[in-house]
């Protein structure tokens, strides 16, 4: 695919597990195959006892943008395994391509059998939770730089309010939140009404505002009051789009139209961090 506008040249690398857990990185210099830093990355995240190399296979995407010497537009080529080709809009918010479509990679039906993934259940059974965790890792210092969380399950409509901006008092932290939070730096919840194109603009909006502009590390969960009602009354919210900062504490919110980045970042401010 050619673009005519300037996009970044480089390779991007992604890899799932079997629950929907990603980590990928951006690679501008494409000198490097990351998928064996990234099985080393997973197994360090999640405790596992070895780097989960079955998975590479299977659960893996690329996407490789260069530069066309001769008409001097990007050109872009993306491929997934047919076992993650539904992270389609995933893939295109982190690796920030608009709607790209992705094309099937051929692959190996021994190696990614069902039954003969199922055998490495026992062994690494964090790889069948679906904890909508989602790292880059970063390959200019070999850590991992952002950690975005997003567990939506989407359906079509979508709900919109005013935009208000609100300081709540400070909710009982989770004990997922309470365990990671000084790990992970800002905690934070975008609630939405089903999926939309607007929910895909929001997405991708604050994935760049805070990849550019907050210094700290951060989780973004992405929730559907459709589909988790109880969270929605957990954090009290009554309108989408919703976004919740909350960690660190107090717990503050920003009600409405999110493409204010200077509400947003106004929002993030704490002196805690």
């Known amino acids: 695919m050619s673009h005519s506008k ?5 390779k991007g690398i992604a890899l799932f597990t079997r629950g ?10 494409k000198q490097q195959r990351w998928h064996l830093q990234l099985c080393m990355e997973l197994q360090q995240i999640l405790g596992l006892p070895e780097p989960p190399h079955f998975l590479v296979p299977c659960y893996t995407a690329t996407l ?33 391509v608009g709607e790209l479509v992705w094309q099937a990679a051929p692959w190996s039906e021994e190696f990614c059998d069902p ?33 975005y969380d997003a567990t939506a399950n989407f359906s079509q409509t979508e709900l919109k309010a005013p935009e208000i901006e609100t300081t709540v008092t400070a909710t009982e932290a989770t004990p997922a939140e309470s365990q990671y939070s000084e790990k992970l730096g800002y905690v934070l919840r ?19 505002l805070l990849e550019q502009s907050l210094r700290h590390p951060y989780t973004l969960k992405v929730v559907d009051v459709f589909k988790h009602p109880e969270q929605a009354e957990l954090y009290q919210v009554s309108a989408t789009p919703t976004l919740v900062r909350a ?9 409405g139209d ?13 002196p805690e961090l």
């Open 6 to 10: 300037s996009l970044q040249v480089f």
């Open 20 to 29: 929907g857990d990603l980590i990928y990185c951006i690679d501008r210099s």
């Open 64 to 96: 490789d943008c260069w530069l066309d010497p001769q008409t001097q537009h990007i050109q872009t080529f993306a491929e997934a395994y047919p076992l993650v080709m539904r992270h389609q809009a995933l893939l295109n918010a982190v690796f920030d």
């Open 115 to 147: 039954i003969a993934l199922a055998t490495y259940r026992a062994c690494f059974p964090q790889l069948w939770d679906d904890r909508g965790l989602i790292v880059r890792f970063d390959p200019s210092t070999a850590t991992p730089h952002m950690r």
């Open 190 to 208: 975008l609630f939405v009404a089903g999926h939309s194109v607007n929910t895909e603009r929001i997405l991708q909006t604050l994935h760049q």
């Open 247 to 255: 960690w660190p504490h107090p717990v503050r919110r920003l009600v």
């Open 258 to 270: 999110l493409d204010n980045t200077a509400k947003i970042l106004k929002l993030l401010i704490s």
